[in-house]
């Protein structure tokens, strides 16, 4: 299952389109940011960001994958990238961050994508995706 990204600057939160071209959602549920799971196993969970603005800055970039679980309070995360902002001649930089792992999840587990700065994140569903599978 995957779905395109999509921009909410408001938060850190990626927000995704899950009806956008080639998204499929069979067996997870696409809820308030994330893909809540409906039977417990081992699921392969993956996600790429491509980043991409202009000006140099000292500024990282973080890419995180986070579980929501309704037997924790806090969300626990999954996969953690951080970067900085490579700037070499020009001004303009781009930077992708792939991960990917496979977990253990239990029915109604929510998995969700943050980053550190949701502007410069390309909305470009063969860039920046994030989905998983059941193994």
């Known amino acids: 299952m995957f779905v395109s990204g999509a921009k909410d600057i408001r938060s850190l939160q990626l927000q995704w389109q899950s009806s956008s071209f ?4 069979a067996g997870v549920q696409y809820k308030d940011g994330g893909l809540v799971i409906h039977q417990d196993g081992l699921y392969f969970v993956y996600s790429e960001v ?5 000006g140099c800055n000292n500024k990282y970039l973080q890419h995180l994958v986070y579980k929501k ?23 303009t930089w781009s930077r992708s961050s792939y991960l990917g792992a496979v977990f253990q999840l239990m029915k109604d587990d929510k998995v969700h994508v943050n980053v550190s700065d949701v502007t410069v994140v390309m909305v470009d569903a063969s860039k920046t995706f994030f989905g998983l599978y059941k193994l």
Do not use: H, K, W
């Not at 491509?50 to 202009?54: D, K, L, P, T």
């Not at 309704?70 to 970067?83: E, F, N």
């Open 69 to 91: 679980t309704p037997r924790y309070p806090l969300d626990i995360v999954l996969m953690d990238s951080m970067m900085t902002r490579n700037c070499m001649i020009s001004d």
């Open 22 to 25: 080639g998204a499929f959602t």
């Open 50 to 54: 491509y980043f991409q603005g202009e």
